[in-house]
């Protein structure tokens, strides 16, 4: 019962520096997002997946990349990490959007100095 | 703009109270509402709402949509310590697979 699989827990990067954030799921869904968390600002989207070979934006998708390359897999990419983007990040699942609920992984909680 | 305005942000109470978090939304082509509770980690889901009226419950949790007036609540009745979490209430809206939009949630502290 692994669901939603998310590594590192913790990540601590310097300005400039450029690292991926992995996401894993076990449950065969199709959809695939990630979203960022900060103090007062809620919840907001970063880009999410439709399928494997399919992305799209989010609503702060500025310095972050995707890719879907198969169902199971979906990692984030800090092109080159600014302290804004200091934040813990989810990555959640669903078998589709319009009828059942999102799953989340346990967060990764990454600093930029 | 479409948004979801939750109210209270935070609120305090002693075990034993009911408590109603609200959550309020502007979106265009609303699809359905959403319930998470956050404790320290992943959200983890609670109900999901698509016809005004009717009620859905877990336990001691329940929840009811208003389509007409554009909210939802969500009631915890003989609250208890393990109750304390943030409350996050999302609205799916749109075409297609739709977008999510969640509110900055509602933080419950529950007292002994």
């Known amino acids: 019962n692994a669901g939603v699989t998310q590594t590192p827990k913790f990540q601590v990067l310097k300005t400039g520096q450029s690292m991926t954030l992995q996401c894993a799921q076990d449950?065969?869904?199709?959809?695939m997002s990630w979203y960022r968390q900060d103090p007062g600002m809620g919840l907001r989207l970063i880009h999410y997946?439709?399928?494997?070979?399919?992305?799209d934006q989010g609503e702060v998708p500025n310095g972050y990349n995707v890719s879907r390359s198969t169902t199971e897999d979906f990692p984030l990419r800090l092109l080159s990490a600014a302290p804004s983007q200091t934040s813990v990040y989810f990555c959640a699942s669903s078998y589709s959007t319009v009828n059942s609920p999102l799953h989340f992984g346990n967060g990764t909680r990454l600093t930029v100095t | 703009e479409d948004k979801v305005v939750q109210s209270p942000l935070s609120l305090v109470v002693h075990e034993g109270d009911t408590v109603t978090l609200n959550c309020s939304y502007e979106?265009?082509?609303?699809?359905?509402l959403l319930w998470y509770k956050q404790e320290k980690k992943a959200p983890t889901f609670l109900f999901m709402l698509t016809s005004s009226g009717i009620e859905k419950k877990s336990g001691r949790l329940s929840s009811i949509l208003d389509k007409k007036e554009l909210f939802s609540i969500l009631n915890i009745t003989a609250t208890q310590t393990g109750d304390s979490a943030v409350y996050l209430c999302?609205?799916?809206?749109?075409?297609?697979?739709?977008?999510?939009?969640f509110g900055k949630g509602t933080k419950l502290s529950v007292k002994p």
């Open positions: 449950m065969n869904h199709e959809y």
């Open positions: 979106v265009t082509n609303f699809r359905s």
């Open positions: 999302a609205v799916l809206y749109g075409g297609s697979q739709g977008n999510l939009i």
């Open positions: 997946s439709v399928g494997a070979g399919i992305t």
